[in-house]
């Protein structure tokens, strides 16, 4: 069977988010998949197969990184629609039957791809203990998405502070959230985004997720209430970057981005 390696919300080869991509028939057992998934080695593989037509959805998708299945990905999902627009094996708008609901993609004439996620919803919170210490950074304020996509969102005093950040791995593997998305207001906007952030996962083993689409489905509503813009762009990165158009549609918000097949073989198992 085929498997690809697409960089995701990137126009270029060797940045934005790496995510493996399987299209199947039907989905093998989950160990299976996750044995692939470890192989694969990225921060989340990606396993689709067509559902019978007529329904509320084209596609089944499944998302896991190295050591577990996770309830929403974005870079996957983006990863996964390119390469069925690129491959000629859908056309125009795809919805996918996942375990967070039905998403759709759609692709425009320029390559890129829009997708349709839930907005997260954002609740403050103290600053757990240790969070500061972990992070070796000052908290401005910190945001609890356990209803949906289950990060902590922490803001930071200011661009520099989430680009130089070089937090104590192990220490945020020991917090209850599934990860620590940091994030802050842009320091010059000229350069074509809004807000920077940066994921870190290690729990799920991903130390660091270079550009996480799922986390800008909770940084668009709390962007978009800072500085009173519907539509906005994201920065994300520390080693390999990204850039995700959001669109805060209420419930709904559209993540914007472009990807790249840079790899392409067949998987012998």
């Known amino acids: 069977m085929r498997i690809r390696i697409v960089d995701a919300f990137t126009d270029r080869p060797f940045s934005g988010n790496p995510a493996g991509v399987l299209l199947l028939d039907s989905f093998p057992d989950d160990h299976w998949l996750q044995k692939v998934a470890a192989e694969v080695n990225l921060s989340e593989t990606a396993f689709a197969h067509p559902l019978p037509p007529g329904g509320e959805a084209d596609w089944a998708l499944r998302w ?29 708008t795809v919805r996918f039957a996942a375990r967070c609901g039905i998403l759709s993609a759609t692709a425009a004439p320029d390559g890129s791809i829009t997708m349709d996620f839930p907005t997260s919803s954002l609740t403050p919170v103290e600053t757990p203990a240790g969070l500061e210490k972990a992070l ?36 945020l593997a020991r917090l209850a959230e599934r990860g620590v998305v940091v994030t802050a207001v842009a320091e010059q906007p000229e350069r074509g985004y809004d807000f ?26 709390l962007w978009a209430a800072r500085l009173g813009r519907d539509d906005l762009t994201g920065f994300q990165g520390g080693a390999r970057t990204g850039v995700v158009g959001t669109r805060l549609r209420g419930d709904r918000t559209l993540l914007t981005g472009d990807a790249v097949t840079v790899i392409e073989g067949d998987l012998h198992a």
Do not use: N, Q, Y
Not at 65 to 92: I, N, Q, R
Not at 141 to 162: C, K, N, P, Q, S
């Open 64 to 92: 896991f990184t190295p050591v577990a299945e996770v309830d929403m990905c974005g870079h996957a999902t983006l990863a996964t629609a390119h390469v069925l627009h690129t491959t000629g094996a859908a056309t125009g």
């Open 136 to 171: 070796g950074a000052e908290v401005v304020a910190v945001h609890d998405t356990a209803a949906h996509i289950g990060d902590l969102v922490v803001e930071l005093r200011d661009e520099a502070a989430v680009r130089s950040l070089a937090p104590d791995l192990a220490a």
């Open 196 to 221: 920077v952030s940066r994921a870190f996962f290690p729990r799920l083993g991903i130390d660091e997720d270079p550009v996480t689409g799922s986390a800008h489905t909770a940084l668009a509503p």
